[in-house]
T-cell receptor, first 111, second 115 residues
Framework: GIQVEQSPPDLILQEGANSTLRCNFS?????LQWFHQNPWGQLINLFY???GTKQNGRLSATTVATERYSLLYISSSQTTDSGVYFC?????????????FGKGTHLIIQP | ETGVTQTPRHLVMGMTNKKSLKCEQH?????MYWYKQSAKKPLELMFV???????ENNSVPSRFSPECPNSSHLFLHLHTLQPEDSALYLC??????????????FGDGTRLSIL
């Protein structure tokens, strides 16, 4: 199956800092999503981005499908950004396919 | 997100009990999924339902039995579970059109503890 690797595994930053999270995948993908899991376990959709660039407030994401990676940018970090960020992909298409998740990046934003 | 509702939010059960997890989606989607998140492990796909038909079973033990009576509801029936089955169980839904995979939307999960 497809491999999804996220880096770094852990990141500790001060409030106001910027960060870049990376997701590498081993095969062509049909779907790529970024999620934020908060301390209560809720998985929040950030971006649906199989290719291209999107922005939503302080967050933006870029996927370069031909080079098999995606980046999530967080600017002017806030303590509420803390949590685990997951990248997840599907790769076979043609119907409903389960997501394959990376192990996540655990982000801690200190005040 | 309120489009996918899971109940109960927390469940504690003994190994000999039988219980069910419920998922309901209010998004008009036609595909639903069960995922498992154990401590220190990535989220793992368990089952996929497309138009109420199971299209994927990711080698899940038979003590987990899914049911999808219609496109809006998904159940996970549990019986004779083991302590290692303690985990967060997440339900998701998506709209599949046969033209590529669409984003999946997740519920808040059921946190299951097996005594």
């Amino acid at each position: 199956g497809i491999q999804v690797e996220q880096s770094p595994p852990d990141l500790i930053l001060q409030e106001g800092a910027n960060s870049t999270l990376r997701c590498n995948f081993s095969d062509s993908v049909n779907n790529l999503q970024w999620f934020h899991q908060n301390p209560w376990g809720q998985l929040i959709n950030l971006f649906y981005i199989p290719s291209g660039t999107k922005q939503n407030g302080r967050l933006s994401a870029t996927t370069v499908a031909t080079e098999r990676y995606s980046l999530l940018y967080i600017s002017s970090s806030q303590t509420t950004d803390s949590g685990v960020y997951f990248c997840a992909v599907t790769y076979s298409g043609g119907g409903a396919d389960g997501l394959t998740f990376g192990k996540g990046t655990h982000l801690i934003i200190q005040p | 997100e309120t489009g996918v509702t899971q109940t109960p939010r927390h469940l504690v059960m003994g190994m000999t009990n039988k219980k069910s997890l419920k998922c309901e989606q209010h998004l008009g989607h036609n595909a639903m999924y069960w995922y498992k998140q154990s401590a220190k492990k990535p989220l793992e796909l368990m089952f996929v339902y497309n138009f109420k038909e199971q299209t994927e079973n990711n080698s899940v033990p038979s003590r987990f039995s899914p049911e999808c009576p219609n496109s809006s509801h998904l159940f996970l029936h549990l019986h004779t579970l083991q302590p290692e089955d303690s985990a967060l169980y997440l339900c998701a839904s998506s709209q599949e059109s046969g033209e590529g995979d669409q984003p999946q939307h997740f519920g808040d999960g059921t946190r299951l503890s097996i005594l």
